[in-house]
DNA sequence: ATACTGTTTAACCATTTGGTTAACAAAGGT
DNA sequence: ACCTTTGTTAACCAAATGGTTAAACAGTAT
């Protein structure tokens, strides 16, 4: 493994812990093992390191997603691959929603001109094609906004509110995961059970 | 107004947009329009002022959440009830639950010794509730505790991830409060009609 | 061997930041 | 009037923090 990914990796984790605000670069350093001189030889400042991590985070997720969201499947379909595998990969990677809606929250122009950079899940095709689902009778009259809200809504949150879920319902780490398991297939089930005529 | 109020107003502000790692005691002063030495003078230091307003915003959420958790209605009631009253109240507060949500992530141990002083939304009353009226045949068979996790997905998700909402399915600031403000009654229907026998 | 290149480090620096001090003002009690 | 308590401020301080520098090191070509 080369420095700098020493130091990408390193950054990864401290960011997605403390957020920008509260990393610090020398525990930046300390997690990749280096001086911290290095860091600013590789990544300039923490500002670009920060935005390497976040850019390298959110540029995971929206291929995948509008890979999903704009094939030739039907609108049920689509509903349960997102799902699965959104959740699946979010599994491996749970810190990521939290991070990713924290730093949108205290830095909304740069993400803002990133996402509008292309690089966003994009959910028209899929609208439209709700729409035309309700229009042939196959979906319930909804507004499809809200049904995509819905859908990240469910899939998303138990993840970004992990803490605040697990001392809610009163949960451990381990069925924590398990409900997480099971939410693979049961948020699919809950939705296109409302949905459907 | 009492200095006091005004440096905890102020705090409220400051802390709510920015976190605690990223807000700053020099900009609590100058939005209180005070002193730094007061904010000292009047609360210890930065850990305990955060401390005064976390545990006050969070102090707003669990009562409520309980008086309708544990009341006398029907499950379909109460997440009628919850749903409304619950976006209603994040609609006047959107920056509350992201910063819950942050802080708990950030600080997990104050947090959770906070919740387990009784603080907390308590939803064993319902569970139990739900689990009858599956036995009655009123609902269909689904995990409670999933159940749960749905409906305080589908309320706050929206807000906590505010930003990352907009920017997604593409709508602008009055375009979101319309939405919010159908989501009071949509939400409920969603659920309901996924789980009615 | 020597010079040259990119890599890595220890020591250092400037600024920011949370926090303190001491003086000052305003109010209240005697 | 005088003293005590409470509220408020400007100036100051020590630690933390992001960032820089100059020297050392390692590999490579000459």
Redesign the pocket.
């Known amino acids: 493994m080369t420095?700098e990914e020493k130091i990408f990796n390193a950054a990864r984790i401290v960011f997605q812990k403390k957020g920008f605000a509260g990393?610090?670069?020398?525990e930046i350093a300390d997690e990749a093992g280096?001086?911290?001189?290095?860091l600013?030889?590789c990544f300039k400042?923490?500002?670009l390191l920060f935005q390497a991590v976040f850019m390298n985070a959110f540029g995971q997720l929206a291929p995948q997603i509008n890979a999903i969201f704009n094939s030739q499947d039907t609108v049920f379909d689509k509903i349960t691959k997102f799902t699965h595998s959104y959740i699946s990969f979010v599994i491996l990677n749970p810190y990521l929603p939290q991070f990713v809606i924290q730093e949108m929250n205290n830095n909304p122009e740069f993400v803002m001109s990133f996402m509008n950079n292309g690089n966003r899940p994009n959910p028209t095709v899929l609208i439209a094609q709700i729409e035309k689902e309700i229009a042939d009778g196959i979906i319930k009259p909804i507004n499809p906004k809200q049904l995509l809200l819905d859908i990240f809504s469910m899939t998303i949150f138990p993840f970004a509110a992990q803490m605040m879920v697990k001392g809610m319902i009163q949960i451990s780490d381990s069925q924590f995961n398990e409900m997480m398991e099971e939410r693979k297939t049961s948020v699919a089930e809950q939705i296109i059970n409302s949905i459907k005529k």
């Open positions: 420095t990393a610090r670069m020398q280096i001086n911290k001189a290095m600013h030889y400042n923490k500002q």
